[in-house]
């Protein structure tokens, strides 16, 4: 009882620090992994055990050929091909962009692409003379339900699927028809809150504006063609390779190691440096929260709250993804959902030892509620957290309330027609 009140206040103190914003992230999990340790909850070789080298060997490679198509100039070229097609029109931008976030978030890490797709939404909106704040939120969320829809699209898939033995094509098969149309749902809603609140009226020239920023060309955004070429080739090399990997017998970790190590070494002289601009914060953030995990799973914290699960779930899986579903959502809405989705994999996989459902309907239905949950709040997601960042930096101060205003009623309403689709689907 000792060791499981030492894991359950070890997790509590990181949480409290991560949301506290006292010390970064990465810190606090990093305190959490030497006291996991200090305090005799997990040896070194338990340590091994516990961290999850494929999600983090995917990771880095996925990490390694997002960061040379950006150095490529690619997400501005697309960026700039989606404002061209909306010819500077305020209603088929913000379309344009809530799709273009949940398309490239499928396949890439979301964190980068509210990056580039921050800075480009800002500048659009600068030269429309609009307020930013709309158009963004509708891109973080689009870009976390896109991501739901591919093992590799948000952290909680990766973590899910790689821990629990779950491939590329079972989550495009799975969360992905789920996804489409909670997206839609989204997009549609959000569209509806931006001209019920004036958001689409211009008080500006389009022609004018069209010729006046004639620069925007999206040819002017690529600064190096061949790293473009070789970096979109091996890209979709990575790609065809995930979706194949349990035919061909390959660890997802190392066709994705495999498709970074090809980009380094055709890249040019330069690629080194791409490897130290990485988001190593991240990697180090993952490995402790599984360390920390690992000390609750360690103590049978863990099985505890599998018990609990079943006890009111009972044999009913309607009652059982319907509790998985909107507990991930709550806890994702109010904490990061990336350390949320490792503490659940030892739980899925107790309940799924004692019988209680099927692993892979519980599987789908935690990662859906991570996903789209952390859609709730500006800390529920790394993407929420990285896109607002980079809109402070541009002067776009976007708060809680201005947030969660237009998000968490769109949230909770796309996570009702999750449970629908869920129940449909597996019952």
């Known amino acids: 009882m000792i060791e499981k009140i030492l894991a359950v206040s070890i997790l509590v103190v990181v949480y409290a620090l991560i949301l506290s914003r006292r010390v970064h992230r ?31 060997g995917l990771i880095f490679g996925m990490f390694v050929l ?32 809530s799709a273009l976030s949940a398309v490239l978030a499928a396949f890439m890490d979301s964190i980068t ?44 898939n990766i973590i899910l699927g790689t821990a629990l033995g779950f491939n590329f094509q079972d989550f495009v098969v799975n969360t992905g028809p789920i996804a489409v149309v ?13 001209k019920r609140r004036g958001g689409t009226t211009l008080h500006v020239d389009l022609e004018a504006l069209a010729k006046e920023h004639e620069e925007l060309e999206p040819a002017s955004a690529i600064k190096d063609m061949r790293l473009l070429r070789i970096s979109l080739i091996v ?33 040019g002289k ?60 709550l806890f994702s809405a109010l904490l990061d959902n990336a350390p949320f989705a490792a503490a659940m994999v030892p739980v ?5 030892a004692e019988g209680a459902g099927p692993l892979g309907p519980m599987t789908w239905s935690t990662a859906l509620g991570c996903d789209i949950g952390g859609n709730a709040t500006p800390i529920g997601a790394s993407a929420n957290v ?21 998000a968490l009623p769109v949230t909770i309403i796309c996570i009702i027609v999750v449970n629908i689709l869920l129940v449909i689907t597996y019952l």
Request: hydrophobic share 60%; aromatic share 10%; glycine share 8%.
């Open 26 to 56: 990465t810190t606090a999990v990093l305190l959490g992994s030497v006291l996991v340790v200090g305090l005799g909850l997990l040896d070194e070789r338990g340590i091994l055990e516990v961290i999850q080298w494929e999600a983090l």
């Open 66 to 97: 997002i960061a040379a198509l950006s150095k490529s100039g690619f997400f501005r070229w697309v960026g700039l091909h989606a404002l061209k097609w909306s010819k500077f029109r305020p209603l088929r931008i913000f379309i344009a962009f």
């Open 113 to 156: 692409v509210l990056v580039f797709m921050a800075a480009l939404i800002i500048e659009v909106c600068d030269i429309l003379k609009m307020r930013a704040g709309p158009f963004l939120i509708a891109a973080i969320t689009s870009a976390n339900i896109g991501g739901a829809s591919t093992m590799v699209g948000d952290p909680p």
């Open 182 to 194: 909670v997206f839609l749902v989204n997009v549609g809603l959000f569209a509806y809150l931006l």
């Open 235 to 267: 890209f979709a090399f990575t790609v065809t390779l995930l979706v194949l990997h349990h035919l061909l017998d390959l660890l997802v970790a190392f066709v994705a190691m495999l498709g970074a190590t090809i980009v380094l070494i055709l890249g």
């Open 270 to 329: 330069d690629m080194p440096d791409l490897v130290e601009k990485i988001d190593w914060h991240t990697l180090l953030f993952l490995a402790g929260l599984f360390i920390v995990v690992g000390g609750l799973d360690k103590t049978g914290v863990l099985s505890d709250v599998a018990s609990w699960v079943t006890g009111v779930a009972g044999s009913n899986l309607l009652v059982l993804l319907t509790m998985l579903l909107w507990i991930s959502f």
């Open 348 to 352: 899925l996989q107790s309940l799924a």
């Open 386 to 406: 990285v896109g607002l960042a980079v809109a402070e930096k541009h002067g776009l101060d976007i708060s809680w309330s201005e947030y969660m205003k237009s």
